[in-house]
């Protein structure tokens, strides 16, 4: 038995988007890629096959509706670690534990 490669046309475009970190508040840019193919099984809700000008605009569509996240992977660790650091802080029936807590909560509010 021979094995049938059948190849569909691509449309395809690259994205990029530019925001704010919420942490950090540096200028941050995000870029990804979105690719659909022009198919017979791509059809419309009336069941004809979609053309390729409007897999285009499906395309433009999903890059429209695309809401990347602005903020940097090192400010998500930091606000895990602050938000731990309030908690223990705030919480924690100890005292040394709160003082503890206490300066870390306040070291890393500065490195922010």
Not at 11 to 37: D, L, Q, Y
Not at 40 to 67: A, C, H, M, Y
Request: include cysteine.
């Amino acid at each position: 038995m021979k094995a049938i490669k059948i190849s569909y046309e691509i449309v395809c475009a690259v994205a990029t988007k530019s925001g704010t970190c919420p942490i950090c508040n540096k200028n941050v840019s995000r870029k990804t890629k979105f690719e659909f193919t022009v198919n017979p099984f791509n059809k419309n809700s009336d069941g004809t096959v979609k053309t390729k000008k409007q897999v285009q605009e499906e395309l433009d569509n999903e890059i429209k509706k695309w809401l990347p996240d602005f903020t940097h992977e090192k400010c998500k660790t930091l606000k895990s670690i602050l938000d731990e650091a309030y908690i223990l802080k705030t919480e924690h029936p100890s005292k040394d534990c709160r003082h503890f807590a206490n300066n870390v909560y306040n070291f890393l509010k500065k490195e922010k």
